[in-house]
Nanobody, 124 residues
Framework: QVQLVESGGGLVQAGGSLRLSCAAS????????MGWFRQAPGKEREFVVA????????YYADSVKARFTITRDNAKNTMYLQMNSLKPEDTAVYYC?????????????????WGQGTQVTVSS
């Protein structure tokens, strides 16, 4: 069974940085495309960024381009999201997701496995 556990969330001031981690187990991590989604209060969950199984292909939502960077360490079964220049509108619960495909996925329904989420709060 695939298990995903996020960590690294917290409270940060606008302009600050956080690094989220997603530790995976129960599957061949290097064969799975991975993604980050987020859900703000009162809003639907939205796509943030995805990375292919090899790490060579990355897709970013326009709202986070040039501020967020996704990476993965297949040897450690872990994915990371470096978030810089954070804005209050980045406040949300951040979820990592996995799917047994090679290319990055950008739609929520395309992911079969989800973590429990980690809260990111950016104060103004």
């Amino acid at each position: 069974q695939v298990q995903l556990v996020e960590s690294g969330g917290g409270l940060v001031q606008a302009g600050g940085s956080l690094r989220l981690s997603c530790a995976a187990s129960g599957h061949t991590f290097s064969s799975y495309t991975m993604g980050w989604f987020r859900q703000a209060p009162g809003k639907e969950r939205e796509f943030v960024v995805a990375i292919s199984s090899s790490g060579r292909n990355k897709y970013y939502a326009d709202s986070v381009k040039a501020r967020f960077t996704i990476t993965r360490d297949n040897a450690k079964n872990t994915m990371y999201l470096q978030m810089n220049s954070l804005k209050p509108e980045d406040t949300a619960v951040y979820y990592c997701a996995a799917d047994s495909s090679v290319l990055p996925r950008t739609r929520e329904y395309q992911y079969h496995y989800w973590g429990q989420g980690t809260q990111v709060t950016v104060s103004s």
